[in-house]
Nanobody, 112 residues
Framework: QIQLVESGGGLVQSGGSLRLSCVAS????????MRWYRQAPGKERELIVH????????TQADSVKGRFTVSRDNAKNTAYLQMNSLRPDGPAVYFC?????WGRGTQVTISS
């Protein structure tokens, strides 16, 4: 059974940093690209970054360029989203996805 589990969310001050993790099970994540999304209350889910199976960036939203970095440790079947210089954009849930599989998300709240 394919499963993705995000973690690392929480409350952080504006300007701070967080690192989110996405652990995959039930398949070898090294064979696939992966994506991170975020969704604020009442808004559509937004793709913020997409990387290849080797970690090469494919797509990155303009709003996070220079601040967010994605990496992956295929040996651990885990991907990471390093978020720096966080802005007080309000709460959002961050999701990872591989093909059509999604995690349940992890909540991030940035205080001003």
């Amino acid at each position: 059974q394919i499963q993705l589990v995000e973690s690392g969310g929480g409350l952080v001050q504006s300007g701070g940093s967080l690192r989110l993790s996405c652990v995959a099970s039930g398949f070898n994540m090294s064979n696939y690209g992966m994506r991170w999304y975020r969704q604020a209350p009442g808004k559509e889910r937004e793709l913020i970054v997409h990387i290849s199976n080797t970690g090469e960036p494919i797509t990155q939203a303009d709003s996070v360029k220079g601040r967010f970095t994605v990496s992956r440790d295929n040996a651990k079947n885990t991907a990471y989203l390093q978020m720096n210089s966080l802005r007080p954009d309000g709460p959002a849930v961050y999701f990872c996805a591989v093909l059509s599989s999604w995690g349940r998300g992890t909540q991030v709240t940035i205080s001003s």
